[in-house]
């Protein structure tokens, strides 16, 4: 029999420190517990507690595993193999793109780097788009170094460090809004990453250009011609990399970028709304290594989560992660769930969540961060950042976090702030993320629309009266 307690357990283990439950909490740092719980949340743009669904599905899955599963490589293989057959019908994926797995979208950032530099003789130079928007511990991954002080498979290494064969790694942040928080224009983003981009190739270098498909405020940056244009312009010097880790796209937009052979890094903990953390990166052709990958990796990944076709992972040890393989079990779980729901209420839901959603904006006197809710495209429509600098209070960003924590602490889980709001002192505003889950959108698409109604209008209105009560002055 297996016990719920092994359950949780296991989906907090086999990743660096940001899974581990707190002291004394049943919840990570980022506030998700690997137990399903009855909380009004909305925080998928950070962190998903497991559902309830995904959670009695593990248990049964659980329960049909051989008693040796923590220790048998061929186990785990099998098992990630049967997944890549599910994710590939899922995405729609073309029978030459291979399927890569990672602890996290912040671990996946060293198969792209790494493979960007088997396939050259030159060093490699990363350009970080939007660096203040994607995953925090991205600027070191991308710079091949270690983020954590520990790697998913239980190996201390000192944060900071630089993978063996991947020191020589350079990276240029390129940021996406500008000093006062506008997002750029493609047009401008563009040129921004060819001038980086001819400077380090001018230098004699390889690059690798990252393009972000969801940002933590749902920006997509460059445009599909801005990276056909720089495809062209800068030849086979240059690779690209997505990153679409919080998932907020379609199979068929992402064949898109996999037919420019753009790499794709997606993960399964955002609003595909598994438990964090866990990540898949699909390559097309174009990206197997040529010759042996950087023997650093082989303190992050273990043989059978990298392509059993690229043999310049050979060297890698045939270990296991069963927390990983249960996170990602539970992320497909949620992916095929969600395909079962119907276009028509999937659009319905989506459609009344942006609705009230701006309806708390106006009772608060708040804005919406551009370009939250702009149109259907999911990267919009299930994803929107309150800027709360125009209340009374004037809360800056650290103010938003203690108000993220108090909401928290209410049962009312929100996204993160973001630093993409200037006040006019110069410092950054006060911002929050609503975002909805792809079993969030499940749960929903079972209520009729009077309820739906009812459930998004007293969640709102929950969360708007802690917002008001946290900016009344504390009188002593």
Known sequence: MVEARFVAALLASGGDGRIELRSGANTNQYGASPFPRSVRAYASSTANDVSLAAFEHLHDVLSGWPQDFAHSPDFYRASLEQLRT????????????????????????????????????LPVTNILVGQDEVGSGCLLAASGRHFADKTPLGIAVAKGEALAQLGATTVVAVPIRDDAGTALTSAELSALIEHAARQAIADGRQVLIHV????????????LAAIDGL??????????????????????????????????????????????????AFFPAAWAPAAPLATGLSRVFARSELPASWTAAAFLDERTNPGL?????????????????????????????????????????????????????????????????ALRSAPDFAMAQRWHRVLAAR????????????????????????SLSMPLIVEFAKLSAADLRHRLTTDMSQIADVIRAAEKPVVA
């Open 212 to 223: 972000v498909h969801g940002s933590k405020t749902g920006l997509v940056l460059p445009d």
């Open 411 to 434: 049962g009312l889980r929100l996204g993160q702030p973001v630093k993409c709001v200037r006040q006019s002192d110069g410092n950054w505003g006060g911002t929050l993320r609503l």
């Open 86 to 121: 599910c994710i590939r019908q899922s995405w729609m994926l073309a029978d030459e793109v291979e399927i890569a797995f990672a602890a996290s979208g912040t671990d996946l950032e060293y198969l792209p780097l790494a493979a960007a530099a088997a396939n050259s003789a």
């Open 325 to 389: 393989l249960l996170r990602l079990l539970a992320a497909q779980f949620e992916v095929e769930r969600f395909a079962a729901v119907a276009p028509d209420l999937r659009h319905q839901v989506i459609s009344a969540f942006g609705s009230a959603v701006r309806g708390l904006a106006e009772s608060l006197g708040a804005s919406l961060v551009s370009p939250s809710l702009a149109t259907d495209e999911l990267h919009h429509a299930t994803l929107a950042t309150l800027d709360l600098s």
């Open 231 to 280: 495809r062209q312009r800068l030849g086979e010097r240059a690779r690209f990399v997505v990153d679409a880790c919080q998932a907020r796209s379609s199979p068929e937009m992402l064949a898109h970028y996999l037919e420019r052979d753009c790499a794709v890094m997606v993960t399964g903990s955002k609003f595909i709304g598994g438990p964090p953390f866990s990540g898949f």
